[in-house]
């Protein structure tokens, strides 16, 4: 029996996200300009959880919804990250049952960001946050 590493299933989550843009019009390639495009469709996610009296009036995703499109979106920008900053998957060691990306001695944590800026919105871009990594890991 094949046993698959955290790669292989980030990997193949980056290729879910890829299809599920498709049905959403939007291609995505692994680019830095992809990264604007993927804030775009989180905040179609975003929009979909009810705030304030909403939430009392309609149900929106679960926490296992959204951890799951975590996990695709996710494994869509970590790979777009390890093609342009290096590093590879792991499970984290600093966080149990945590996925990361080690650059260096660096642990980042792409399911996580995309879990936030799925619930915060906006000032969790994931376009800004690209940036910031590719500054802080190129210098």
């Known amino acids: 029996m094949t046993q698959f590493t ?11 996200a890829i299809d599920l843009a498709k049905q959403l019009n939007v291609e995505l390639d692994f680019s830095e300009e992809s990264m604007f495009k993927l804030d775009q469709i989180l905040e179609i996610y975003h929009q979909g959880i009810p705030k304030g009296l909403k939430k009392f ?5 679960s926490e296992e919804q959204i951890n799951q499109m ?7 920008i970590g790979e777009t990250i390890i093609r342009h900053l290096g590093g590879e ?6 966080f149990e049952n945590a996925i990361a990306i080690k650059i260096g001695e660096s642990e980042i944590y792409p399911p996580a ?3 936030k800026r799925i619930m915060n ?18 210098s």
Not at 6 to 16: C, F, K, L, T
Not at 121 to 138: A, R
Request: charged share 30%; hydrophobic share 40%.
């Open 6 to 16: 955290v790669a292989d299933m980030m990997r193949a989550y980056s290729e879910d």
């Open 57 to 61: 009036f309609s149900k929106g995703p």
């Open 70 to 76: 975590a996990k695709v979106w996710g494994g869509y």
């Open 89 to 94: 998957w792991v499970k984290s060691n600093a």
């Open 113 to 115: 960001k995309i879990f």
């Open 121 to 138: 919105g906006p000032e969790d871009n994931v376009n800004l946050y690209f940036k910031v990594l590719k500054q802080d890991f190129e």
